[in-house]
């Protein structure tokens, strides 16, 4: 046996290979189609998917589980495991690949099996992979898989063959990601203060720990920065809705023009999880640049229509917005400024802003942001990293000054200066 794997497996050295793909179809009835090598569906992947799509599952989270789902698969191609033969050492093996290893290169489709393992990089204007970002200091990328990433991945995979095991589909006979072997062992949470939350709980046994990450806003002064390296009064119009409503950034691209309400002062968009309706306030900065961005576009041939999307390509042939152009929007901006923010700060800037006016009740806050519980609306009340920084520095920048600070003259000069002490402390002398 070989380091780290069993039945001869090398993990030490396994790259995974680029084998198969997530297809995006367009189709609403079948958004995402796992492919094998040989281009045909994966029948146990397609019929989970439909499962999902009938439980009110969004075509995202058919994008997100099937990412990990191809990751496993390629996991089995490459040692010949029928995926209803896996079993919990398997998992243990992919489990422990994902922890220690680099993660694959991602090239463009023309380089396609051509992958090989990431290797750091760093030069004068990008740091090394996971050190802060220098102007934003969050960390940045880093070649390995990152907690949650795992996390999520092992999530899924549970709920997989879970629900395979549940159907009676193929000749599964065990889930290969167990839970937790601490389950089981007398009543959850028995002795638990009913006046705390629940703690959350390791429920599968190789689901690593999440840390606990507090949301980061993009300070005001940064925040202007972004947004004078916009070129186009679309994308100046997209950012004042997101920083103004709280949004996510692919709600706000559902709104259709007939949702833009500026006499109200109001924008309606569809909310990602329950699918609802709902009438956000803006600011009237967003509305003019909008009004700015469809005078040009309408001009150029853009189509017109209240039923017609909000948010258009800039060029032609004219497509509706959709949220993986918007990124690639803000990520140009990131690369002029050296940033690493993402649109998803945008929500928490917004969030931020609105927690902590004082005129201002946080479950209004809590209705506009869609959160389902007080609690998660109530993180935003909390001092983030960067005021906790300020706060640290501006404390020794005190404790210097006074350092610094020349002592004050004794109140006369023929009284003794120990008994000033005594009686009135060391800042009488």
Same mark, same amino acid.
């Given at each position: 046996?070989?380091?780290?794997?069993?039945?001869?497996?090398?993990?030490?050295?396994?790259?995974? +290979?680029?084998? #198969?793909?997530?297809?995006?179809?367009?189709?609403?009835?079948?958004?995402?189609?796992? !492919?094998?090598?040989?281009?045909?569906?994966?029948?146990?992947?397609?019929?989970?998917?439909?499962?999902? !799509?009938?439980?009110?599952?969004?075509?995202?989270?058919?994008?997100?589980?099937? *990412?990990?789902?191809?990751?496993?698969?390629?996991?089995?191609?490459?040692?010949?495991?029928? @995926?209803?033969?896996? =079993?919990?050492?398997?998992?243990?093996?992919?489990?422990?690949?994902?922890?220690?290893?680099?993660?694959?290169?991602?090239?463009?489709? &023309?380089?396609? #099996?051509?992958? &090989?393992?990431?290797?750091?990089?760093?030069?004068?204007?990008?740091?090394?992979?996971?050190?802060? *970002?220098?102007?934003?200091?969050?960390?940045?990328?880093?070649?390995?898989?990152?907690? *949650?990433?795992?996390?999520?991945?092992?999530?899924?995979?549970?709920?997989?063959?879970?629900?395979?095991?549940?159907?009676?589909?193929?000749?599964?006979?065990?889930?290969?990601?167990?839970?937790?072997? /601490?389950?089981?062992?007398?009543?959850?949470? %028995?002795?638990?203060?009913?006046?705390?939350?629940?703690? +959350?709980? /390791?429920?599968?046994?190789?689901?690593?720990?999440?840390?606990?990450? $507090?949301?980061? $806003?993009?300070?005001?002064?940064?925040?202007?920065?972004?947004?004078?390296?916009?070129?186009?009064? /679309?994308? &100046?119009?997209?950012?004042?809705? @997101?920083?103004?409503?709280?949004?996510?950034?692919?709600?706000?691209?559902?709104?259709?023009?007939?949702? %833009?309400?500026?006499?109200?002062?109001?924008?309606?968009?569809?909310?990602?999880?329950?699918?609802?309706?709902?009438?956000?306030?803006?600011?009237?900065?967003?509305?003019?640049?909008?009004?700015?961005?469809?005078?040009?576009? @309408?001009?150029?041939?853009?189509?017109?229509?209240? #039923?017609?999307?909000?948010?258009?390509? !800039?060029?032609? +042939?004219?497509?509706?917005?959709?949220?993986?152009?918007? &990124?690639?929007?803000?990520?140009? =901006?990131?690369?002029?400024?050296?940033?690493? @923010?993402?649109?998803?700060?945008?929500?928490?800037?917004?969030?931020?802003?609105?927690? *902590?006016?004082?005129?201002?009740?946080?479950?209004?806050?809590?209705?506009?942001?869609?959160?389902?519980?007080?609690?998660?609306?109530?993180?935003?009340?909390?001092?983030?990293?960067?005021? =906790?920084?300020? %706060?640290?520095?501006?404390?020794?920048? /005190?404790?210097? %000054?006074?350092?610094?600070?020349?002592?004050?003259?004794?109140?006369?000069?023929?009284?003794?200066?120990?008994?000033?002490?005594?009686?009135? #402390?060391?800042?009488?002398?």
């Amino acid at each position: 046996m070989t380091q780290l794997g069993r039945s001869g497996r090398d993990l030490k050295h396994f790259v995974l +290979p680029d084998l #198969g793909q997530l297809q995006e179809t367009g189709d609403r009835w079948e958004p995402y189609r796992l !492919l094998d090598p040989a281009g045909s569906p994966v029948e146990p992947v397609a019929v989970f998917f439909r499962d999902l !799509l009938a439980a009110e599952s969004p075509a995202t989270t058919l994008y997100s589980y099937g *990412n990990d789902l191809l990751r496993w698969w390629r996991f089995l191609w490459t040692f010949d495991i029928a @995926w209803d033969r896996a =079993v919990s050492e398997d998992a243990r093996d992919f489990m422990l690949w994902m922890k220690l290893a680099d993660k694959p290169v991602r090239v463009h489709w &023309r380089h396609r #099996g051509k992958l &090989r393992a990431a290797v750091p990089v760093a030069s004068a204007d990008r740091p090394t992979p996971g050190t802060p *970002n220098p102007v934003t200091g969050k960390p940045t990328l880093g070649n390995k898989y990152a907690p *949650n990433t795992r996390a999520h991945c092992e999530t899924v995979l549970r709920t997989f063959y879970k629900f395979h095991l549940d159907e009676g589909n193929g000749a599964l006979l065990v889930n290969p990601f167990p839970l937790d072997r /601490r389950r089981g062992r007398g009543r959850a949470n %028995a002795h638990h203060d009913p006046e705390k939350p629940l703690a +959350p709980t /390791r429920s599968g046994r190789y689901r690593p720990t999440v840390p606990k990450r $507090r949301p980061r $806003r993009i300070p005001d002064d940064k925040y202007a920065e972004i947004f004078g390296g916009l070129r186009s009064d /679309r994308d &100046r119009a997209l950012l004042s809705f @997101w920083t103004s409503t709280g949004a996510r950034a692919e709600e706000l691209l559902t709104s259709c023009q007939s949702d %833009a309400k500026p006499g109200q002062q109001l924008i309606g968009v569809i909310r990602k999880g329950t699918r609802e309706y709902q009438l956000l306030p803006a600011s009237p900065d967003a509305f003019v640049w909008l009004r700015l961005f469809q005078e040009e576009a @309408w001009k150029g041939g853009v189509p017109r229509g209240r #039923g017609e999307p909000l948010w258009w390509t !800039l060029r032609r +042939p004219w497509r509706p917005l959709n949220y993986h152009a918007a &990124r690639a929007m803000f990520r140009r =901006v990131n690369e002029l400024l050296g940033s690493n @923010w993402t649109l998803h700060d945008l929500r928490h800037t917004a969030s931020y802003r609105m927690a *902590n006016d004082p005129e201002m009740s946080l479950t209004y806050v809590q209705h506009i942001l869609a959160h389902r519980r007080l609690t998660t609306t109530q993180i935003y009340t909390e001092p983030s990293e960067d005021d =906790v920084i300020a %706060a640290g520095l501006a404390h020794h920048a /005190r404790q210097e %000054a006074k350092k610094k600070a020349p002592k004050p003259e004794p109140v006369s000069p023929g009284y003794n200066p120990e008994s000033l002490s005594v009686l009135f #402390g060391d800042g009488a002398i």
